[in-house]
T-cell receptor, first 112, second 115 residues
Framework: GENVEQHPSTLSVQEGDSAVIKCTYS??????FPWYKQELGKRPQLIID?????GEKKDQRIAVTLNKTAKHFSLHITETQPEDSAVYFC???????????FGPGTSLSVIP | DSGVTQTPKHLITATGQRVTLRCSPR?????VYWYQQSLDQGLQFLIQ???????AKGNILERFSAQQFPDLHSELNLSSLELGDSALYFC??????????????FGEGSRLTVL
């Protein structure tokens, strides 16, 4: 079955700097890769996603890149702000959306 | 508000007991997923239902069971509870298996404490 690894487990950056979180997946059949943000005490919420027919996707300060050959994808946050502090989860699944498997999470702290 | 309702929000019980967690998906969503989030842990996939049928199973213990009813709400039953079952249990729903969106909408979670 699918296994998703995520690095780093914790990340601390200065406000205004960039943050990069990397994930790898094992199942070559996976073709949908969402990213979720979970603020302290809150539920996870989708922030961006990418499909295997796309190499990169951007939405304002966040971007995701996918290398299907290497089976890895990354989240890039530019010009970080304190409100970006949260736990970020990557995930992988097929287009049936069955069995959405999450990575272990990255706790991002943005220092003002 | 995601539109996904989970009850109860908090539950405290003793080892050996049985509890039922309930989830009402967003209106129109056919898929329901259950995840377990232990302290400082990630989201462990337990089980997924689509329109009343089990679609995928993850690391769900034999002491745990779930079902999705005709009105699409779902229940997760946890029995013979152990201290290690203490966790936040999330339910999530999504529209359908064949639409272009794969977004999961999470409920607020049910926090289970086993003493």
């Amino acid at each position: 079955g699918e296994n998703v690894e995520q690095h780093p487990s914790t990340l601390s950056v200065q406000e205004g700097d960039s943050a990069v979180i990397k994930c790898t997946y094992s199942d070559s059949a996976s073709n949908y890769f969402p990213w979720y943000k979970q603020e302290l005490g809150k539920r996870p919420q989708l922030i961006i996603d990418i499909r295997s027919n796309v190499g990169e996707k951007k939405d304002q300060r966040i971007a995701v890149t996918l290398n299907k050959t290497a089976k890895h994808f990354s989240l890039h946050i530019t010009e970080t702000q304190p409100e970006d502090s949260a736990v970020y989860f990557c995930a992988a699944t097929e287009t049936s959306y069955d069995k959405v498997i999450f990575g272990p999470g990255t706790s991002l702290s943005v220092i003002p | 508000d995601s539109g996904v309702t989970q009850t109860p929000k908090h539950l405290i019980t003793a080892t050996g007991q049985r509890v039922t967690l309930r989830c009402s998906p967003r209106s129109g969503d056919l898929s329901v997923y259950w995840y377990q989030q232990s302290l400082d842990q990630g989201l462990q996939f337990l089980i997924q239902y689509y329109n009343g049928e089990e679609r995928a199973k993850g690391n769900i213990l034999e002491r745990f069971s779930a079902q999705q009813f005709p009105d699409l709400h779902s229940e997760l039953n946890l029995s013979s509870l152990e201290l290690g079952d203490s966790a936040l249990y999330f339910c999530a729903s999504s529209v359908a298996r064949t639409t272009n969106t794969g977004e999961l909408f999470f409920g607020e979670g049910s926090r289970l404490t086993v003493l």
